[in-house]
């Protein structure tokens, strides 16, 4: 498949990025405890007069992918995030106006827009993003100069929904194809009122669910393969814009936004819609003369997806509201502060460490993103334990519940590598227990993660040495034994151990089998009267060997009855 928009530079194309802190102010963050926001940033194109209506989206890493506008001239840009910067992947080579998301299969992105062309010859195109650009635009339908438009995207069938004018008559338009080129219009059989935003989600292979806005009502539909089936309108006063986004636990969200000062939340499962929840944000202004508008769902595998919104305030400017949720439910919504002015399509996304990205354009003054990051670091970093029960244990300067920790090991002057990811729950205490540990020093260490390199933050080693791991037998009593013998065991790994004892000649005379706790400290005792065969006075030695197949020094021991 050819790949329209590669650069024909192989190397990477750097980006000025100029940074600007632009809040200090003191009021509560919606992020989860430990977590704070960095400065906002922007994002400029060298060459181009602006950017414009980014898309935020996830590479197979879990790391931000960045979409955006250019104008002047018109173009499309890709980057990744590498580090500390984006990076240019690809060049489109041509315009295109407003770029919605596609909900696609799991594994592949695609988009929608209307191409920049002369007014009378509007289209359509659909297209998947490869990894050196995007694949050769599919021509969907030529539309009207003003449409809103949404595309969904199944193993088997590709689905747009547009809000068109035709023959002077506004109408809801739903087109599907299963062979590229090859678009055809779901039979419809009804006029239409004013229609606003629209939104298309699948439901399976060749069905879909459609939603959409008609004389300021939000409205929906269900099609199995051409069966266009109508619900009962919501009851909301208005939806001027709304998204779906797929649920991991099954079914579909849909964000509705429009005329109200908050957003409402619903969820679609088994031809059942929930009840609506309604998404609230704590404005700076503190008025209710606020509305949102735009709603845009984080696409990631959490259950609960980040919702962004704009949202106009009383002096007719724009502002960005950010709803972080945790692994089960929604809070109050946050206005980002110092976020006002002609702004809007705001986009979101949450990385690999469930870090929040947030990206929306100023009308002729570039793309702004931000993103949050773990404030908290780790203290008290110690080994406890031994063999297969190593534990690495730490603590955290706050509380930070839901993020990401990263233990690092290396063995004698090794590089230190990644051998484990650990989540954080509501406690300051973290720990991980290390059940194959190589032989030798070793050294640990505790990460912070980050997809942005500035934030990253590493612990001070901790160094275990070698001889922590020898399996070590003493006498508990003093000699003589007389009638019951208690010997201390360390650092035996977590199974069976068993004792052996063996006279003067090397003879074994006796095995005493036991379990190990796996906590270093054992203690093993056995009867001489019930030792099997009579054992007379004399010299004798012990070992033992452990589930690891350790083996102890020997002890000396006198019997004497």
């Avoid at 002609?342 to 990385?351: E, I, K, S, V």
């Avoid at 160094?463 to 003493?474: A, T």
């Avoid at 379990?515 to 054992?522: E, K, M, N, P, V």
Wanted: hydrophobic share 40%; proline share 6%; charged share 20%.
């Amino acid at each position: 498949m050819r790949s329209l928009g590669q650069d024909p530079s192989p190397a990477l194309v750097r980006l000025a990025i100029a940074t600007a802190l632009v809040f200090s102010g003191s009021a509560a963050s919606a992020l989860p405890s430990g977590r704070a926001w960095a400065p906002v940033t922007r994002l400029a194109v060298p060459g181009f007069a602006y950017a414009s209506a980014p898309r935020l989206e996830l590479d197979s890493n879990g790391s931000p992918q960045l979409i955006t506008l250019t104008v002047f001239p018109s173009d499309v840009f890709a980057f990744d995030w590498a580090d500390s910067i984006w990076l240019q992947r690809w060049r489109f080579g041509r315009g295109a106006i407003t770029l919605w998301p596609v909900q696609s299969p799991p594994g592949t992105h695609h988009l929608v827009w209307r191409g920049v062309a002369p007014v009378g010859d509007e289209r359509l195109f659909m297209a998947e993003v490869l990894e050196g650009g995007i694949q050769e635009p599919d021509t969907v339908a030529s539309v009207a100069l003003s449409t809103e438009y949404s595309g969904a995207v199944s193993a088997k069938r590709r689905w747009v929904a547009v809000s068109d004018v035709v023959a002077i008559q506004r109408k809801l338009r739903v087109l599907y194809s299963d062979t590229v080129a090859t678009w055809r219009d779901a039979p419809i059989q009804r006029s239409f009122g004013s229609i606003g935003g629209v939104a298309v989600a699948t439901t399976g292979d060749s069905t879909a669910l459609v939603a959409w806005e008609e004389n300021f009502r939000l409205r929906w539909a269900t099609l199995e393969g051409t069966q266009w089936t109508e619900g009962a309108p919501f009851p909301d006063l208005s939806a001027f814009r709304m998204q779906f986004r797929r649920r991991p636990s099954g079914g579909q969200w849909l964000a509705s936004a429009g005329g109200e000062p908050h957003v409402f939340l619903r969820s679609y499962h088994d031809a059942i819609w929930s009840p609506p929840e309604t998404l609230r944000c704590a404005y700076r202004d503190g008025l209710p003369n606020h509305y949102a508008d735009t709603p845009d769902l984080s696409r990631d595998g959490g259950e609960y997806p980040v919702i962004v919104w704009d949202a106009q305030n009383i002096r007719a400017n724009n502002t960005i509201c950010v709803c972080v949720p945790t692994d089960s439910a929604y809070g109050i919504a946050e206005e980002l502060e110092g976020v006002e002015g002609n702004l809007g399509l705001p986009t979101a996304a949450r990385d690999r460490n469930g870090e929040v990205w947030v990206a929306w354009y100023v009308v002729g003054g570039d793309v702004r993103w931000i993103h949050s990051y773990v404030r908290a670091t780790a203290g008290d970093l110690r080994v406890e334990g031994h063999g297969r029960h190593r534990r690495v244990a730490w603590t955290l300067s706050e509380p930070a519940p839901e993020t990401w920790w990263a233990v690092l090991r290396a063995r004698g002057p090794d590089d230190l590598e990644e051998v484990a990811r650990v989540r954080a729950g509501a406690e300051l205490e973290m720990s991980w227990t290390d059940t194959s540990p190589p032989g030798g020093v070793l050294r640990y260490k505790i990460r912070r993660e980050s997809v942005d390199a500035r934030y990253l933050w590493e612990s001070a080693v901790v160094r275990v040495p070698e001889k922590s791991r020898g399996l070590i037998l003493r006498l508990a009593v003093p000699l003589p034994i007389v009638q019951r013998a208690t010997l201390q065991l360390e650092n035996a790994e977590s199974g069976p151990f068993q004792l052996r004892l063996f006279d003067v000649q090397g003879r074994m005379v006796h095995q005493h089998g036991g379990s190990a706790s796996g906590t270093g400290q054992d203690t093993i005792a056995f009867d001489l009267a019930t030792a099997g065969v009579p054992l007379p006075n004399g010299v004798y030695f012990a070992a033992v060997r452990d589930a690891g197949g350790q083996v102890s020094q020997v002890v000396r021991l006198v019997i004497l009855r």
